[in-house]
């Protein structure tokens, strides 16, 4: 009596997981074009790669789920071609292009994925980014002093990404750029630094997180102290997250060389 109990049961489960099935493919069946849930459907497929809907471009995995918050999402073409982008929470994709891509590069380098640099890990890449610069950065003075603006932004990034080689300027505009492409608004900040001799041009990056400015100077970072650098005096990531003023730092002076305190 028992075993027919057992075999009714199992025969009555095995009917509602059919159903069940049935039900889900019939579902899927019917979503013949648009949105359901993760997924994009196009004659009944699930969309793939890099598409357009409407006005705005989304990329789906090879499942055909679509990304959704990266900054500086890997994406490989058909052609073998790979592009950089940049992906809000809702799925819509923004190509990176010119330096803003070469930056978007890097920043994806840092990352043995190439693909996992989100909101809640940014900080963990902006500090990468930072060491980067400081580390992988010859310095050499190609100062231009006729460049101002976005042409200036764009020769000391390109010198920051294609050369890795430049001065003040360079390792500030890679911070820049690195911390623009993570969803930061950086400033670059062109001023002063006092030295024993009295104020030096200098420039560095500035950026605003949690209601606080903070410095960021990869070139601080590279600075000699009676010829020893100070990331061996202080710690490699000497010259990351600063504020204007702090101990073992530059005094910092703007343009109209006016000290810069917290």
């Known amino acids: 009596m028992q075993k027919r109990k057992t075999l009714l049961m199992a025969i009555i489960l095995g009917l509602m997981l059919c159903s069940m099935a049935g039900m889900l493919q019939a579902n899927a069946a019917t979503v013949k074009n648009g949105w359901s849930g993760s997924y994009y459907y196009k004659n009944g497929k699930k969309v793939t790669g890099l598409v357009k809907i409407g006005k705005k471009s989304y990329i789906f995995t090879k499942k055909g789920v679509v990304v959704k918050d ?5 994406y490989q073409a058909k052609n073998g071609v790979y592009s950089y982008y940049n992906i809000t929470k809702k799925g819509v994709a923004t190509k990176w292009t010119k330096t803003a891509a070469k930056a978007a590069k890097v920043v994806a380098s840092l990352d043995r994925n190439k693909n996992r640099v989100k ?21 050499s003075n190609n100062e231009d002093t006729s460049l101002s603006g976005s042409a200036a932004a764009a020769y000391y990034g390109n010198a ?3 050369d890795q080689s430049g001065d003040c300027d ?4 890679a911070m820049y750029w690195m911390a623009k492409v993570l969803g930061y608004k950086p400033k670059y900040m062109r001023g002063y630094y006092m030295t024993a001799s009295g104020l030096t041009d200098y420039a560095w990056c500035q950026i605003k997180i949690d209601g606080k400015v903070y410095v960021f100077d990869p070139h601080f970072n590279r600075y000699k102290i009676g010829g020893v650098p100070v990331y061996q005096m202080f710690g490699k990531y000497w010259g990351y997250k600063f504020q204007y003023g702090d ?8 343009k109209k060389k006016v000290l810069l305190t917290k």
């Not at 990266?70 to 890997?74: D, I, L, P």
């Not at 101990?247 to 703007?254: D, E, L, M, P």
């Open 170 to 173: 360079t390792y500030a505009y």
């Open 70 to 74: 990266r900054f500086a999402y890997r």
């Open 119 to 139: 909101t809640s890990n940014r900080e963990k890449y902006l500090k990468k980014g930072f060491l980067w610069a400081a580390e992988n950065i010859r310095y």
């Open 160 to 162: 920051a990404f294609d």
């Open 247 to 254: 101990k073992n730092t530059f005094s910092y002076y703007n």
